[in-house]
Structures are given as structure tokens and as C-alpha cells.
């Protein structure tokens, strides 16, 4: 977690108020106080919802599926590595330098290959009692000792590769070390000698792999002439003799010290899942991986403890079913919402905005006028959208005055007019006019059997029937498709006006059941069904009674029950 993050979030499955709403909440918090305010959504958006956001040119709000803290927001991503190939000084240079004890070890392409830690690293320097004589041997390349001990190679041979060499310090008399030297095979000696002649001449003579002359000492051009004849190589360190001793062994590389056994994890695993399985391990640092399993960043134990900073504005919802997943491990910060109250509990007191109005969006609205916020032409735009589109442009029941009078005031800003914009508004989410006859058909389709007989009813909403007329015969011919396909009695389509509350009503099928269809019809297939708006408590039970008696009362129309988008 990098910031703090507030994000401003309707419901799951948004719809235009909950979209529209979260985009003016939080610009109402950028303007007051809360800078870091986000607009985001947790679902997809729909046809109607892109034609407002195209209308006043603003951008889909950002998805964020899930809220939960994640192993993202809390690991380093500032990546401290070492590659395979460097040497121990190295990598202990950079842990010094950075404060830290692990280090992740990469190979190529930035693939993870392990760690190395201080505790390891320390075996090279102080061998276990056991295995003191690890003390004099070591695995290095002839490069990389020169290289960590900033030595000059005076002659040098075959440089590159590794090979175990047996650390000779010559603090004896020169019979002694010649005796020394014949106890160990000389291609495998690293002789590390002082400014004495005698010493060097043993040395070079006797062959040994490398001769490492300590302090800067001056070694005679003659015998440097002999060891390139030998093939010994002739290092100058800068160093005294222990000190360069010492960094003789921290010229291995880091691939003998790799714990190549570790645990990791991917960014997006929520801190919840992960932390038993980091507690219940004995690593204490976890590279985060991708799924080519490059590092992306590094967890800690420690990271545990930290804080995510991430806190929630739920809009047009209360209820924690309905929001997005992982909001009951976050701070709920406010809600404000216009719908009943559902089982949520915070930890915190919070504020709690719920106005039993027509639109989330009409309650946004007020905070701007009641705060005497200056409300930008297009932000009104889409409250102005919001409210028209929950209140089907204020003829659904949940209305109140009090939207009526939001909605006059966000004409006025935006220069909108909600009477056209609530047209173009539907029109720009007809399933009549964005899908073909085969498909609008099968939208929201049911499937039904009554009385041996199987038969189907699919509805579609719209605003007004325009293009229902216009597509009534495509409408039809798809509808007698299906019907001879799957072999129904009859297949309906029940187009309603939700804003007129009223339908129409499309039928293929056995002559005799539509003979006792008694709605006025305007045209073959084509019914008129005054003030019937529901397919389940009207429209259903009339068909049933049709089969039933080949012939029914018409189901009263039924006004207390009007069909909502909300
Ligand atoms: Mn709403």
C-alpha cells in the first residue's frame, strides 16, 4: 500500500444510479477535504450506463472486484536482489547498505531462485566446529578473487572458471613451506605470501595455482617472468594478510549459499489466506512472484502488522451481500443509499446517509446544494441521469417531491433536459434496438408447463413502443422460429412501457388457444394489454386460465404494483 486509498463504490451489478452516484460522491469528497476520493465499480457496466458516462464525458469509474487487503498492498516492491553470479561481498555489501538480512537471488530473466541470508552467508566465514578444515578451502573463480580484492593480476591464467583452492598463509620459514607445499596438490594452492623473495621462488616453482602477494608488496620482475612460465598466477592485494584471507573466501559466488527451498506468493492472494501459512513456516521473508515466477516484490513477517489503508464509501446499497467482495475487511468510512436497512455492522461509528427519496444520485445532489459545493455542469449531468433512470424520470412510486425538485435544479446546471434525456436514455438501452429478433427474444425468457402444455414468455422493458412496431414482424418470425424449434404450444413476447406501465403482447402458436386470447388485437399475433405490467402475477396466471377454459377474465390491471427498474 503505497497510499491511503477511499474508494466511492456502489453496488455489485451496478446500475446507472449506482454508477452515477459513486462518480458524483466522490467528487463531492475531493471537494471537500478528502482528496484521495475514487469513484470505482464492482460489475460491469451496460449500454445505458456507457451512454451517460459518453453523454457528459466521463470515464467508467475503476473496477475493483475485490477490496480485501491483498499481498500487494503491503510488500516492498522496491526490489533489493542479487544474481546468482555475484560474490558473497556482494551481496553483504547490499544487505549492510539496506538494512536487511534476507536477500532474494535471481537467475535469468529475473526468475527467482532462492535466498540468501546472513545466517548462511556467516558458514564460509566460521565453519562449523565439525569442519574446520572448510576454513582453508574455497570455491571460487581466480576473476572474481581479484575482483573482490581489488587485486592487480600481474600474470594470470585460465581465470574464469571455478575450482576449490586450499588457502596457504605463509607466516614460516621458507623449509616449512616447502614442506607444507608438498602435503597438498600445488594446482590446487593458493599461496598468500608476504615481501619475502625466498617465499615467492618456493612459490612459483613449486607451481602452485595462485600466489597472492599481500600489502602491495613488490615482487621481482624475474619471478613474475618465471610464473607466467609456469602458469601461476600472480595477484597484488592491497590488503594485509588476514584481511585479504578473508575476502578470499567472500569471492564465492551466491549460488553455493541459495536456500533454494522457500515459500512464495502471488500479489493478488489476500493477506487473510496468506498469513497462517507465513506464521505455520520458518521463513521469515517471501518473494511475491508472478505467474512466470519473476519477482514482483518481497513479503516480510513483519508486513503483517502493517495497516492497509483502504477505506469505503458504499453508494446506492447497504447491505453487505450486495457489495463488493472483501468490504467486511476494510473500513467502511459512509453510506449513502436510499433502500431499506440491511444487516451491516461497523466497527465504527460511521456516517450513515439513507433518505427514503427516488435515487442515490437525488441525495448526492443535496450534499452539494445543502454544502453549497459548486456542482460541475457534468456531474450534474449524471445525477441528473441517475435520478431519471431509477425514477423512470420521476413516475415510479418511490418518488418523492423532494426529487422533483433536485431534479428541476440539475436541468438548470447541466442544461439538460430530463423529459429528452430520459428517451434518449431508454432508447440507448433497448434490447429491441442493440440485439437481433433471435436473440432480444431469448433475454429474458421463460420457460413454462402447464396443464401437458409447454409454452414460453419472454419480456422485454422499453420506453415507449416505437421499436417495438418497428421490429414487431423480424419480432414475430423469430418468436414462430423458436416455437416450431423447441415444439411449444405457444411462445409469447410481453413487451411492457415501463414508463407508461402498460404492454404488448407478441404470440405465436395453436390457433385455438389464441382464439381465446379476448385482449383487443391490433394485428395478427399483436394484443393489446392495457395496464398489465407483470408476467408473473398477471400476465402468467391469465394464460393459465386461457388453457385452462379456452377462455379467461382479463387479470385487473394492477397499479400498486408497477413494474421498476430500481
Ligand atoms: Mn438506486
Known amino acids: 500500500m503505497r497510499t491511503s486509498e477511499l474508494l466511492v463504490i456502489g453496488h455489485r451489478n451496478p446500475d446507472t444510479d449506482a454508477i452515477c452516484s459513486a462518480i458524483g460522491y466522490a467528487e463531492f469528497k475531493r471537494r471537500t477535504g478528502s482528496p484521495n476520493a475514487e469513484p470505482c465499480r464492482c460489475g460491469d457496466t451496460n449500454d445505458r450506463i456507457d451512454f451517460v458516462l459518453q453523454t457528459f464525458a466521463v470515464p467508467p469509474p475503476r473496477f475493483v472486484p475485490d477490496v480485501s487487503p491483498k499481498v500487494r498492498d503491503v510488500m516492498a516492491d522496491d526490489l ?8 558473497l561481498l556482494e551481496a553483504l555489501a547490499l544487505m549492510d547498505e539496506r538494512g536487511i538480512r534476507v536477500l532474494p537471488v535471481i537467475g535469468d530473466e529475473g526468475v527467482c531462485k532462492g535466498l540468501v541470508s546472513v545466517f548462511k552467508m556467516n558458514k564460509v566465514f566460521c565453519p562449523e566446529p565439525g569442519r574446520l578444515f572448510d576454513a582453508r578451502r574455497v570455491l571460487v573463480s581466480l576473476n572474481n578473487v581479484a575482483r573482490t580484492l581489488k587485486a592487480d593480476v600481474l600474470t594470470g591464467r585460465d581465470m574464469d572458471s571455478e575450482e576449490e583452492l586450499i588457502l596457504m598463509i605463509t607466516v614460516m620459514s621458507g623449509d616449512s613451506f616447502a614442506s607444507r607445499l608438498r602435503k597438498y596438490p600445488a594446482e590446487c594452492v593458493a599461496a598468500i605470501v608476504g615481501d619475502r623473495r625466498d617465499i615467492h621462488e618456493l612459490a612459483v616453482r613449486g607451481r602452485v595455482r595462485v600466489m597472492i602477494v599481500t600489502g602491495d608488496a613488490p615482487v621481482d620482475a624475474a619471478i613474475v617472468e618465471e610464473a607466467r612460465a609456469n602458469g601461476v598466477t600472480v595477484l597484488m592485494s592491497p590488503h594485509d594478510t588476514t584481511t585479504t584471507t578473508m575476502l578470499c573466501r567472500a569471492a564465492v559466488r551466491v549460488r553455493h549459499m541459495v536456500h533454494e527451498h522457500f515459500l512464495s506468493f502471488r500479489a493478488d492472494e489476500t493477506l487473510r489466506e496468506v498469513q497462517p501459512i507465513a506464521a505455520n513456516s520458518n521463513f521469515h521473508v517471501f518473494p511475491v512472484l508472478d505467474q512466470t515466477n519473476r519477482m514482483v516484490g518481497i513479503l516480510a513477517k513483519s508486513d503483517f502488522l502493517k ?13 453487505l451481500s450486495q457489495a463488493v467482495e472483501g468490504a467486511d475487511q476494510v473500513e467502511i468510512l459512509e453510506i449513502i443509499d436510499h433502500h431499506r436497512l440491511g444487516a451491516l455492522t461497523t466497527s465504527q461509528p460511521i456516517l450513515f446517509r439513507n433518505e427514503p427519496v427516488g435515487s442515490t444520485s437525488s441525495i448526492v445532489a443535496d450534499c452539494f446544494f445543502r454544502h453549497q459545493i459548486e456542482l460541475p455542469s457534468n456531474i450534474a449531468g449524471l445525477l441528473l441521469a441517475g435520478l431519471v433512470s431509477d425514477t423512470l424520470n420521476l413516475t415510479s412510486p418511490t418518488t418523492t417531491e423532494r426529487d422533483g425538485e433536485i431534479l428541476r435544479k440539475l436541468e438548470k446546471i447541466s442544461g439538460v433536459s430530463a423529459a429528452e434525456f430520459t428517451e434518449k436514455l431508454f432508447a440507448s438501452g433497448s434490447i429491441l434496438t442493440s440485439l437481433p429478433p433471435a436473440q432480444a427474444i431469448n433475454m429474458d425468457c421463460k420457460e413454462f408447463e402447464e396443464h401437458g402444455r409447454v409454452f414460453s414468455v419472454a419480456q422485454i422493458e422499453e420506453l415507449g413502443f416505437d421499436q417495438f412496431w418497428k421490429r414487431k414482424g423480424d419480432l414475430l418470425e423469430a418468436l414462430e422460429r423458436q416455437r416450431r424449434q423447441k415444439q411449444y404450444y405457444f411462445a409469447a413476447l410481453f413487451v411492457t412501457d415501463v ?22 388485437q391490433r394485428e395478427p399475433g399483436v394484443y393489446e394489454l392495457e395496464g398489465v405490467v407483470s408476467r408473473k402475477k398477471q400476465l402468467l396466471p391469465y394464460f393459465i386460465n386461457c388453457l385452462q377454459r379456452g377462455g379467461a377474465a382479463k387479470p385487473t390491471p394492477n397499479r400498486a404494483e408497477p413494474v421498476t427498474m430500481v
Do not use: C, Q, W
Open 80 to 87: 533489493v536482489i542479487v544474481s546468482l553470479e555475484a560474490t
Open 307 to 319: 495497516k492497509v489503508d483502504r477505506r469505503l464509501i458504499l453508494v446506492d446499497h447497504n447491505e
Open 499 to 520: 414508463v407508461r406501465k402498460t404492454s404488448m403482447l407478441l404470440i405465436t402458436g395453436d390457433a385455438s388457444f389464441l382464439k381465446a386470447i379476448d385482449y383487443p
